[in-house]
């Protein structure tokens, strides 16, 4: 399995889960981070055995955005991956899931600080679960910065158009329960559990026909600028092959024995 020094990476059944891990800075997105989640997403698309795909963040944090720091122009760690940053420069908007949708489902797991860039890779996953002591934001404005990583196209098709533009012109932090209710997320958990729900929604996932969960996650994207008739015809596209797949008469005939389908891909 790919990974480096600030990402982790680790299988929990067909499950893959990738740990943003530089505590010490609230998971700041630096350069070995960003490699790593890149080369993680690109890792869950090309294994089969991978079914859903779970983003978190080590020492209590999600991710507090972008190394400001190293914005200041001090510097960033990991030079040795910038050869990877010069051969592919949009990696980093790739790897921040602006430039990149995984064909598996993506479900965040937020505890602690989920702030600008934080909360821009957020609205790149598709399911999303916070602890209770979890915050949430986007802060540039007040830094005199842009939210450049999505948020300004993103936030008003995710959440009502007045909440949206409420978080990106204000730059106020939100807490976990105030981001359920406009939409942001959808589950608040106990504090320190985030992750443990989020693997469960994987499980749930997991279950589920894999070429028949591929093919739903396209279709609600492709869909979502189209009108309601060139919508329906694409989710026709995307849905009639399914039911050609041995998946689906392995679904329907389980269903008929009583027991628990076994999908192959197929």
Known sequence: MVGTEHLTVERHGATLVLTMNRPEAKNALSLPLLVGLHDGWLEADADDTVRSIVLTGAGGDFCAGMDLKALAGKGMAGDRYRDRLKADPDLHWKAMLRHHRPRKPVIAAVEGHCVAGGTEILQGTDIRVAGAGATFGLFEVRRGLFPIGGSTVRLPRQIPRTHALEMLLTGRPYSAEEAARIGLVGH?????????????????????????????????????????????????ARGWPVFDTADAKEGARAFAEKRPPVYRRA
């Open 188 to 236: 608040v958990v106990p504090t320190g559990t985030a992750l443990d729900k989020a693997l469960e929604i994987a499980g749930q996932i997991n279950a589920c026909g894999p070429l028949a969960v591929e093919a739903v996650k396209a279709s609600v994207y492709e869909t979502a600028a189209l009108d309601e008739t060139a919508g329906l015809a694409a989710e026709l």
